[in-house]
């Protein structure tokens, strides 16, 4: 599909649009064929190639698709729209000022890494990669468009290719905490997970609300065993939000495993004693 984006600037395309070099919004270029001079060879007859009516028809056709085709310019609240809270208007308003040309660089930059996050959202991978790559390649040193590919290269299952942005990521800035998150994210998927809670660890040390964070460092803790940190951090997490499905999940497996581990050492006890469970015991 023709992306005006990606069109190089002065190339010219019959019906369909060109850049002017200077960002600005694209203009439709149609080519029209000089009308022939009849001092020089008469009256034009509708046999003449110029004159034919398939050719009249065929370039009223192409002006027509050139005009509705453009995309035209971003709305005032498009830009709303697009880093707004996620909804049916975020996509419209980032596809808005992504084909605006006029917009500045790092709207166009947000609105690729907003509309990824819709995608990935819908489980419309391919598409939630390809916006996340266009950011990468407006800016290559932007943190969220690194984190964003990450993200999506994480869920496409390229777990070498996530740590290689998120790494990136984190040596541009070291500070941030939604970077340590996602390398902490991308850890436990590799079921690495001392290297996956210090991450975590390191988020929260750079956020303290970060109740994302807790929630992942609870898992950690949880597939080692250390079920009292991990029912410690989701308490703490869904104090802070208790709009987190995971973090109730994962207090449940806490509560299970906790059951299970009673059981097992009553279950051990009696083994030891001589008495079963149902006995009278002194």
């Not at 990669?129 to 690194?146: M, R």
């Not at 991450?199 to 609870?218: E, K, M, N, P």
Request: a positive charge.
């Amino acid at each position: 599909m023709f992306r005006p984006d990606a069109t190089p600037a002065g190339h010219r395309f019959l019906g369909g649009v060109m850049p002017d070099g200077y960002g600005n919004p694209l203009v439709p270029v149609v080519q029209l064929l000089p009308l022939p001079d009849p001092r020089r060879i008469g009256v034009p007859s509708f046999k003449d190639p110029v004159m034919s009516i398939p050719f009249v028809r065929l370039m009223v056709s192409a002006a027509l698709m050139s005009l509705c085709g453009m995309p035209g310019p971003a709305r005032a609240g498009d830009l709303d729209d697009c880093n707004g809270p996620p909804s049916e208007k975020v996509e419209a308003g980032c596809t808005a000022i992504i084909n605006d040309l006029s917009c500045a660089a790092e709207e166009r930059l947000r609105a690729y890494v907003n509309r990824s996050r819709v995608f990935m959202g819908r489980a419309n991978l391919d598409a939630g990669l390809a916006d996340a790559d266009a950011a990468v390649q407006l800016n290559p040193k932007s943190v969220p468009a690194l984190l964003s590919r990450g993200f999506a290269r994480q869920r496409k299952g390229n777990l070498d290719g996530a740590l290689a942005d998120i790494n990136q990521a984190i040596e541009l800035d070291p500070k941030s905490p939604n970077a340590f998150a996602s390398r902490g994210g991308v850890k436990t998927d590799q079921k690495k997970w001392t290297d996956a809670a210090a991450d975590f660890s390191q988020a929260i040390s750079l956020r303290q609300d970060y109740a994302v964070a807790y929630v992942g460092r609870a898992r950690t803790y949880v597939e080692t065993s250390q079920l009292d940190q991990a029912m410690s951090d989701l308490n703490t997490a869904i104090s802070m939000n208790a709009s987190l499905p995971n973090a109730f999940f994962w207090r449940g497996q806490v509560y299970r495993l906790r059951r299970v581990c009673a059981h097992a050492s009553r279950a051990g006890l009696s083994r030891e004693t001589g008495f079963g469970e149902s006995d009278d015991r002194p």
